[in-house]
């Protein structure tokens, strides 16, 4: 019997679908291979091509190399607040090396996400510096994100992983990353992660430019950031938990950065309130580890009240980041002369 002309196209489309499914499914297999193999951020899951460094690119996946790279034993974790800190000054004060892996626009969960990816591969820093600002006063217990930030090359799930491999961004840096490993000269990304933002700054005009001096003199309103209030701090007790797990011989630094003085609330004000809740919940998570110390560089102080060392009533200049960097190294040198 012959078969009807419709029961014909039905089997052609049925082999085509097939066809096509398998045909996407090789394709798709075939990528994601490659793709974990090429380990297009140096992330450590492939070794296979691995040269220990990445292209020059931004912070947020610079940083899955940096923070695995077994030459550091302290880093720095914060924002664009305390980027200016710079690690060879404090290598030199200290003698233990160190990587910056503060990512400008982040927040407390992508910077623990940082310190968390850093203590996987290195279990017993000798130091950690954090930089807690007002991002960290937040009462969502989510600890949402401003900017896009990359979790899943941070992730311990192996499928985050993989599924962040399935971004067309990704796809383009593991062609260049390709091009990059079989070329002749490598350029390379800094490898302290050190990125000196006086220079971008200054390229967008003088201090005395007219949005600069509004950005910085234009006073901060009385009442509290919506919230921000309180009186649940949830960043700090995922802090307060990761301190923690440090094993004691770990010197932790905690800073508050400088603010500008018309950036800073006026006191008896329902905002100067919320500030020093948040920050003393801070500091309640920072004593559950045992060798630290708290450097508050918001405290009154005639710095604070120079316009020359702020673009911005929260970026400061090299004339104020050099004086903190020297404090924290002093602090870290104490605490591990400590008993």
């Not at 673009?311 to 960097?325: E, G, K, M, V």
């Amino acid at each position: 019997m012959v078969p009807a002309s419709g029961s014909f196209a039905r089997q052609d489309w049925a082999a085509f679908a097939r066809l096509f499914l398998c045909t996407a499914i090789g394709l798709l297999a075939g990528y994601l291979t490659l793709a974990f193999l090429i380990d297009p951020y140096d992330s450590g899951r492939s070794t296979l091509f691995s040269a220990g460094a990445v292209r020059p690119q931004g912070p947020r996946t610079a940083a899955a190399s940096r923070g695995r790279d077994p030459a550091f034993a302290g880093a720095v974790f914060g924002n664009s607040h305390i980027q200016l800190i710079e690690p060879a000054r404090l290598t030199a004060a200290t003698g233990i090396p160190f990587v910056q892996l503060s990512v400008p626009a982040t927040g407390p969960g992508e910077q623990l996400a940082l310190l968390v990816w850093f203590l996987r591969h290195h279990p017993a820093p000798k130091a950690v510096i954090l930089s807690v600002d007002e991002y960290w006063c937040t009462d969502d217990p989510a600890l949402p994100n401003d900017k896009p930030f990359p979790f899943w090359l941070y992730s311990p799930d192996p499928l985050a992983y993989l599924r962040g491999l399935l971004r067309f961004s990704v796809a383009q840096e593991v062609v260049g990353r390709i091009g990059w490993l079989v070329g002749a000269r490598r350029k390379r990304a800094v490898a302290d992660g050190w990125w000196d933002y006086e220079l971008d700054y200054l390229k967008r005009g003088t201090l005395d430019d007219d949005r600069l001096r509004v950005m910085r003199e234009t006073p901060v309103p009385d009442a509290a950031a919506p919230g921000k209030a309180g009186p649940d701090f949830p960043a700090a007790d995922r802090l307060g938990n990761a301190l923690a797990a440090l094993p004691a011989e770990t010197a932790v630094v905690m800073v508050f950065p400088p603010v500008y003085a018309a950036g800073l609330p006026r006191p008896g004000t329902p905002r100067a309130h919320a500030e020093a809740a948040c920050r003393n919940a801070a500091a309640a998570a920072l004593q559950r580890h045992g060798r630290s110390a708290l450097l508050d560089a918001r405290l009154e102080r005639p710095a604070l009240h120079d316009p020359g060392l702020f673009f911005d009533q929260t970026h400061y200049r090299h004339a104020l980041a050099r004086p903190l960097t020297d404090e924290i190294a002093a602090a870290i040198v104490r605490l591990r002369g400590a008993p």
